[in-house]
T-cell receptor
Framework: AQSVTQLDSHVSVSEGTPVLLRCNYSSSYSPSLFWYVQHPNKGLQLLLKYTSAATLVKGINGFEAEFKKSETSFHLTKPSAHMSDAAEYFCVVTPRVLTGGGNKLTFGTGTQLKVEL | KAGVTQTPRYLIKTRGQQVTLSCSPISGHRSVSWYQQTPGQGLQFLFEYFSETQRNKGNFPGRFSGRQFSNSRSEMNVSTLELGDSALYLC????????????FGQGTRLTVV
């Protein structure tokens, strides 16, 4: 079984300040982890993914995340927020190897990021 | 290359009716997954199709079904619609390798009245 807990449903930051979106996971199997972003009336876009290589993963638009097995965490960070970062962010877990193959993503409940001037 | 295309974008149906949603994956992708997004339950996995066969299934009632055609296009059907089926239905396509990223369409917004 697998699950994801996003610790904050809403995060508000000022433009130019750091962003931290927290995610803890639980997985019976070695996990792959992703962060997706969803802008209003848009589909989901992949920000970054961890699949077993480097534990510090760099993504698009200046975002990065660090996989910490001991803490079962995969927090998303960005050094300096921009207005265009305002959106909903989802932490996602999936088994690295799924019995029978394939894809079955388990989503967290999302974190709404607000960026203020 | 073209992204994932879902049609229609918006639908309004009456309780008891059935509905069919369509998804065209990225060219060359054979895996198509469907997800339901609601404010109360968040994003939940419905099922995945690969090479015209259902490969994985979530915990949804049998009213939710799908199929995939030889060109990898997929359809999702919901029969006997209930008010609670109102949601954004998202389709994702993936390449053949495990853990490859899923590319999402913009979704179909279904409203059941």
């Amino acid at each position: 079984a697998q699950s994801v807990t996003q610790l904050d449903s809403h995060v508000s930051v000022s433009e130019g300040t750091p962003v931290l979106l927290r995610c803890n996971y639980s997985s019976s199997y070695s996990p792959s982890l992703f962060w997706y972003v969803q802008h209003p009336n848009k589909g989901l876009q992949l920000l970054l993914k961890y699949t077993s290589a480097a534990t510090l993963v760099k993504g698009i638009n200046g975002f990065e995340a660090e996989f910490k097995k001991s803490e079962t965490s995969f927090h998303l960070t960005k050094p300096s927020a921009h207005m265009s970062d305002a959106a909903e962010y989802f932490c996602v877990v999936t088994p690295r190897v799924l019995t029978g193959g394939g894809n079955k993503l388990t989503f967290g409940t999302g974190t709404q990021l607000k960026v203020e001037l | 290359k073209a992204g994932v295309t879902q049609t229609p974008r918006y639908l309004i149906k009456t309780r008891g009716q059935q509905v069919t949603l369509s998804c065209s994956p990225i060219s060359g992708h054979r895996s198509v997954s469907w997800y339901q997004q609601t404010p109360g339950q968040g994003l939940q996995f419905l099922f995945e199709y690969f090479s015209e066969t259902q490969r994985n299934k979530g915990n949804f009632p049998g009213r939710f079904s799908g199929r995939q055609f030889s060109n990898s296009r997929s359809e999702m059907n919901v029969s006997t619609l209930e008010l609670g089926d109102s949601a954004l239905y998202l389709c994702a396509s993936s390449g053949d390798r495990a853990n490859t990223e899923a590319f999402f369409g913009q979704g179909t917004r279904l409203t059941v009245v």
